[in-house]
């Protein structure tokens, strides 16, 4: 199933932090990981979600 993006928010942040929410919930941190994700890792957790 296909699904389009209704809706990207991107927020400035400062101190490495790099995190990406879906519907309010965190998916993914790098604060968290301690590295930056690579676009598959970003759509995989999406899809999860």
């Given at each position: 199933?296909?699904?389009?993006?209704?809706r990207?928010?991107?927020?400035?942040?400062?101190?490495?932090?790099?995190?990406?929410?879906?519907?309010?919930?965190?998916?993914?941190?790098?604060?968290?990981?301690?590295?930056?994700?690579?676009?598959?890792?970003?759509?995989?957790?999406?899809?999860?979600?």
């Amino acid at each position: 199933m296909r699904r389009d993006i209704d809706r990207l928010e991107l927020v400035p942040a400062s101190g490495g932090a790099f995190e990406v929410f879906k519907d309010g919930i965190l998916i993914y941190s790098k604060l968290d990981t301690g590295s930056f994700p690579e676009a598959s890792d970003i759509t995989a957790k999406l899809k999860q979600s």
